[in-house]
């Protein structure tokens, strides 16, 4: 895994990808998004900031919930929230935690082109026949 940056409306943006090798070349799978702080651990902590202020208006409103349906909907927006930042923390922290391993890992157990990740089946076969046309020869045979 890796930390990749990206230019997003002229701005800097951070994610961890993992590298995934294809026959056509290398795709990256977004991980994890760190924003604009290109440390992981930084991220984290500011995700935790961002929770704990989500926690402390939960609080605040909390009291009010039966007063007004408004503050009802508000809390329960809040509830959502906080639970979705709880579950990018985690995320996030698996991601930090698979990159720290994957630093200490000998280079020889990490994964090389061509060791089985390309999908089977997607290799057609040509039928080659002297004297045929080009169609014909180009027909794919079932196996």
């Known amino acids: 895994m890796?930390?990749?940056e990206k230019q997003i409306g002229g701005q800097s943006s951070y994610e961890i990808v993992e590298e995934i090798y294809?026959?056509?070349g290398t795709k990256y799978r977004i991980v994890a998004s760190l924003g604009a702080d290109a440390e992981?651990?930084?991220a984290r902590r500011r995700r935790m900031v961002i929770l704990l202020d989500l926690e402390r208006?939960?609080?605040r409103l909390n009291p009010l919930r039966g007063?007004?349906?408004g503050i009802a909907r508000k809390c329960n927006s809040l509830v959502h929230r906080i639970e979705r930042e709880r579950q990018k923390i985690t995320k996030l922290t698996s991601a930090i935690e698979q990159m720290a391993a994957s630093?200490?890992?000998p280079e020889e157990n990490?994964?090389?082109p061509g060791d089985?990740?390309?999908p089977r089946g997607n290799i057609r076969r040509l039928r080659l026949v002297a004297n045929d046309s080009a169609a014909a020869a180009n027909k794919v045979r079932p196996d």
Do not use: M, Q, V, W
Request: proline share 8%; net charge negative; hydrophobic share 45%.
């Open 2 to 4: 890796l930390i990749r």
């Open 22 to 24: 294809h026959a056509t």
């Open 40 to 42: 992981p651990e930084n």
């Open 57 to 59: 208006s939960l609080e």
């Open 67 to 69: 007063a007004d349906p």
């Open 103 to 105: 630093a200490e890992a």
């Open 110 to 112: 990490r994964a090389i």
């Open 116 to 118: 089985g990740l390309l």
